[in-house]
Nanobody, 124 residues
Framework: QVQLVESGGGLVQAGGSLRLSCVASGRTFSNYAMSWFRQAPGKEREFVAA????????NYEDSVKGRFTISRDKAKNTMYLQMNSLKPEDTAVYSC?????????????????WGQGTQVTVSS
């Protein structure tokens, strides 16, 4: 059973930084792609960034390119999202997700495993 547990959310001022963590357990993730999604109040869950667990290749949603960095530590089975230059519109619940297969995807329905989410609030 795959389990994903996020941490690192909080309240930060605009322009600040946060680093989210997602600890994965229950499988060997060498054949998985993992992603971060976010959901703001009243909005649909949207893709933020994805990483190929094996090669480390990445993909980003346009609005976070140059500000957010996704990475993983294979030894710790942990994925990260470093968020810099945060904006109020980045306020959301951030969730990590995992899918079998290394192809990166921005589609929610392709991810079978989800964490519970962590709240990020950016004040102006």
């Amino acid at each position: 059973q795959v389990q994903l547990v996020e941490s690192g959310g909080g309240l930060v001022q605009a322009g600040g930084s946060l680093r989210l963590s997602c600890v994965a357990s229950g499988r060997t993730f060498s054949n998985y792609a993992m992603s971060w999604f976010r959901q703001a109040p009243g909005k649909e869950r949207e893709f933020v960034a994805a990483i190929n667990w094996s090669s480390g290749s990445t993909n980003y949603e346009d609005s976070v390119k140059g500000r957010f960095t996704i990475s993983r530590d294979k030894a710790k089975n942990t994925m990260y999202l470093q968020m810099n230059s945060l904006k109020p519109e980045d306020t959301a619940v951030y969730s990590c997700a995992a899918k079998l297969g290394l192809r990166l995807s921005m589609l929610r329905h392709e991810y079978a495993y989800w964490g519970q989410g962590t709240q990020v609030t950016v004040s102006s």
